[in-house]
């Protein structure tokens, strides 16, 4: 089963590409004009591991393209013009990923009420096997929740394997307490924090602004993108700081953005996180 997504509301928001790129497995660039877009999407791509490939409109000069392209990691990428019946036949021919053994985990991007149903989340199965009536962990809450029933592509499944793009009914909770990022899993096994170091950075050469102390910025870890504050700058390792806790493990790799830049990608950096902590609230006390 093949699943697009489009960011369609991008160049005007910046997420939803992050968004896109965050969900997908391979990427179809296709290059309309040498604008904006085009430079913001090759400054973001560029900053991700996931396969891309690109196709030239017509009209669209490849020598062009080839000097904004220049000191990517796309410079020396295949440019064809793109011609639908070729595309059709590479995502036809487009191997699924390798399958990720182990707990299952449902990555979620939105979630709606239904009459006569209750709270239903659309979402990915990121690993694992999703069951009917399996009861998981609603991440980064402590709240426990029983998924009622699997739909995909309007049809009723008993499970769904990786990969599948899932609409499931919720019991435990209401659709307001459901927002995009929350991962269903098991009660153990993943982590929570909203204090993170980071090691392995690597820079946008093209981002404009200064990632120093101080600097307000957006984290993406997963589908979640939460704004983030820049603690420490280290030659090798950079601290940070959430409004809100977050599903973070040691090991994930997480990028930052800067929403608020105006010339230029809005891309800033990507990295890997190397501590999670998360702060526990002072206890409360009382007189007696």
Known sequence: MLTTVEPTQFPEKFPPLLYAIALADRVILVVAALDRAFAESVATLDLFDTPVSIYLSAGVGEAEVRRVLKGSRFESASLPGLDVPHLREELIAWNPPPVADGRVE?????????????????????????????????????????????????????????????????????????????????????????????????????????????????????????????????????????????????????????????PGPRIVARAVLDEVKLDTPPPTSSKT
């Open 106 to 262: 449902v990555r979620l991007d939105h979630a709606f009420p239904v009459k006569g149903v209750g709270t239903v989340a659309l979402g990915f199965v990121q690993r694992g096997i999703l069951h009917a009536h399996d009861r998981l962990r609603l991440w980064p809450t402590d709240r426990e929740v029983e998924v009622r029933s699997i739909q995909s592509q309007d049809v009723d499944l008993r499970e769904a394997a990786q990969g599948t793009r899932v609409g499931v009914a919720l019991k435990g909770v209401d659709a307001d307490e459901v927002s995009r990022g929350q991962v269903l899993a098991p009660g153990t096994g993943l982590t929570v924090g909203n204090r993170f170091t980071l090691r392995d950075r690597k820079d946008s050469r093209y981002y404009r602004g200064r990632l120093d102390g101080g600097a307000q910025l957006q984290l993406l870890v997963g589908l979640q993108l939460v704004p983030a504050r820049v603690e420490n700058v280290a030659p090798d390792r950079l601290g940070l700081s959430t409004d809100r806790p977050v599903v973070a493990c040691p090991g994930d790799p997480v990028w930052l953005a800067d929403l608020s830049a105006a």
